[in-house]
C-alpha cells in the first residue's frame, strides 16, 4: 500500500499522514521523504487516523502503544496461512509488491524510487527485471531504466 519500509511505519504519527495532500511522510534509512499513497492506504490511514491525537502512534498496539521491530511478526505469519502464501513471506516482500504493483500500472520509475527511498540506475535487477519484460513497450518507462536498491543499503 505504501512501499515503505516497516521501521519507517512505526516511526510515523497521526501527523505524518495528510488526507489532503494523500501522502504520508516518513523518515528512515534512506532520510524523510513525503509518499505519494495509493487510494486504498488513504482510505486505510483515513479510518485508523479519525478522531486521533496528532502525536499518537499511527500504528498502534491494543494499549495504544507504538509497534516494535517484532510486533509484525505474528501478525505477518497469520496473514499468510489465512492467504495461502508462502509461511516464509516477509513484511520487506511487501515493499517488492508495491514495486511491481506500480511498474505494472505504468508509475514512472522516479516516483517509484522517490516513495520507496531508493534509487534509480541503469543497470539490470532480478528483483523488478521481469516486471519490466513486459512494459518495455510502454511509454512510461523506458529501455534499460532499472529500479535498484540503493548501494549504501547492501554494506
Known sequence: MTGARYGELIACSVRDFDPVAKT??????????????????????????KDRAADEPLLRRSDGSRWSRSHQQRRMALALERAGLDKEGTFYALRHSYISRAIE???????????CGTSIRYQPNNTVKPVL??????????????????????K
Do not use: M, W, Y
Not at 534499460?144 to 548501494?151: D, P
Open 24 to 49: 504520508l511522510k516518513v523518515d528512515g534509512k534512506t532520510g524523510p521523504r513525503a509518499i505519494i499513497l495509493q487510494p486504498e492506504a488513504v482510505t486505510f490511514f483515513n479510518l485508523i487516523s
Open 105 to 115: 500500472g505504468e508509475v514512472p520509475l522516479n516516483i517509484i524510487g522517490d516513495n
Open 133 to 154: 519484460q513486459s512494459k518495455l513497450h510502454s511509454p512510461h518507462i523506458n529501455q534499460g531504466f532499472l529500479l535498484h536498491r540503493n548501494s549504501s543499503r547492501n
